[in-house]
């Protein structure tokens, strides 16, 4: 627990000795995998995380819950996070993946950990239409673009896919025709039977 406003400082470097463990923890169980997504923006999506939780959520580092989860991701995200087409592809993976090393280092959570896990994934297309409407940005973040589009193309779901499945794979800038609601809805069950399967080799 963490009072941003009572200890700064402190609250500060308790997110930093985090988010350093977190590092480590990414260099020891992705070092087969330099290139995958986890280890390309996990360090900057678990740092934003933390922050968050600290600065504008509740303090409690190590309690999480579905809706913490996505109030970052469609609001704080939306309104402060500066990101390109890679590190939106990349961050419900990297959500998954801090769900993941708080549950190993033995952090309780309010919820259960494949809960969590699927969090950010469940909201991956509401996610990327917050981060590509302007009006969600914060005025820090307008100011930075000078108001210019910097998501002005979709991510592919067949790309977000291919990176979840087997990460390190891919193109690095997708650019795809709009899709219709049937393939939507088709590459959204397959992103449900891929979480499956990650909860079953998990266990």
Known sequence: MVDYADDTDRCMRVIAELAEEYERYVESEHAICPSCPVVRSGPFVVHSMLEWKAIYGDGRLDHWTVGD???YLLDHFPRKVSADRGLLADTPACVRDFVYF???RGTPACEDSGVL???AEEVFDEFLAANRDRRNWG???RTLHGGAA????EVDDDRYM???TFPGVGVESPRVAASSNGQRAVARRK???VRAA???NRH
């Not at 910097?150 to 193309?153: A, F, K, P, Q």
Request: glycine share 0%.
């Open 139 to 141: 005025l820090a973040k």
């Open 198 to 200: 990650r909860r079953r």
């Open 150 to 153: 910097i998501l002005d193309e």
């Open 102 to 104: 708080m549950s190993d």
């Open 191 to 193: 992103r449900k039977a």
């Open 162 to 164: 291919h990176l979840a």
């Open 117 to 119: 896990a699927d969090a």
């Open 69 to 71: 989860i996505h109030t």
